[in-house]
Antibody, heavy 118, light 108 residues
Framework: QVQLVQSGTEVKKPGASVKLSCKAS????????IHWVRQAPGQGLEWMGI????????DYAQKFQGRVTMTRDLPTNTVYMELSSLRSEDTAVYYC???????????WGQGTLVTVSP | DIQMTQSPSTLSASAGDRVTITCRAS??????LAWYQQKPGKAPKLLIY???NLESGVPSRFSGSGSGTEFTLTIRSLQPDDFATYYC??????????FGQGTKVEIK
């Protein structure tokens, strides 16, 4: 079955970077795009960007341009999302999600909590 | 950017009620609209795709309708398991995705 398993909780200081992982299994990782979505405490869902694991191409939400980098490692079926210049407002749960044929998010990771605090 | 406006932000209802949630786009998105359910501490779950198509395994009391700029999610007879937060999500031809602000369905 399709599974997306994300890395564990992170605590970072303002100005630092964080790199999260999302390990896919149960399907051919190059066949489907992966998205990153975040959710600040008590807030809604925010789309951050997309990576095509096949060629590695990416597209980021304008808000995160210049601060986010999405990459993949095909031998390990893992996708990464790195966010730099962290600030307190980046405190959130970060989800990876696999796109399905209908341009929606059919499978989700369990989420990774990132806390940014001095 | 296409903006999504979801309403209401909170909805109080009783089990057995019929509830409707609306999502409006600032410009036409055809039928590229999905609905998700999220429970506290959990990842969202896809309910409806392409505005009106029920995802496999989702109970038939959920339905979606609309096209262009106005969309609705209807829960025909609210069950205890349906108390959750619901989000619409659009995909547009500019290659970006956006979520509505969410609607919390709470027990009356």
């Amino acid at each position: 079955q399709v599974q997306l398993v994300q890395s564990g909780t992170e605590v970072k200081k303002p100005g630092a970077s964080v790199k999260l992982s999302c390990k896919a299994s149960g399907y051919t990782v190059t066949n489907y795009h992966i998205h990153w979505v975040r959710q600040a405490p008590g807030q809604g869902l925010e789309w951050m960007g997309i990576i095509n694991p096949s060629g590695g191409s990416t597209d980021y939400a304008q808000k995160f341009q210049g601060r986010v980098t999405m990459t993949r490692d095909l031998p390990t079926n893992t996708v990464y999302m790195e966010l730099s210049s962290l600030r307190s407002e980046d405190t959130a749960v970060y989800y990876c999600a696999r796109e399905v044929a209908t341009r929606t998010f059919g499978f989700w990771g369990q989420g990774t909590l990132v806390t940014v605090s001095p | 950017d296409i903006q999504m406006t979801q309403s209401p932000s909170t909805l109080s209802a009783s089990a057995g009620d019929r509830v409707t949630i609306t999502c409006r786009a600032s410009q036409s998105i055809s039928d590229w609209l999905a609905w998700y359910q999220q429970k506290p501490g959990k990842a969202p779950k896809l309910l409806i795709y392409r505005a009106s198509n029920l995802e496999s395994g989702v109970p038939s009391r959920f339905s979606g309708s609309g096209s262009g700029t106005e969309f609705t999610l209807t829960i025909r007879s609210l069950q205890p398991d349906d108390f959750a937060t619901y989000y619409c999500q659009q995909y547009n031809s500019y290659g970006s995705w956006m979520f509505g602000q969410g609607t919390k369905v709470e027990i009356k």
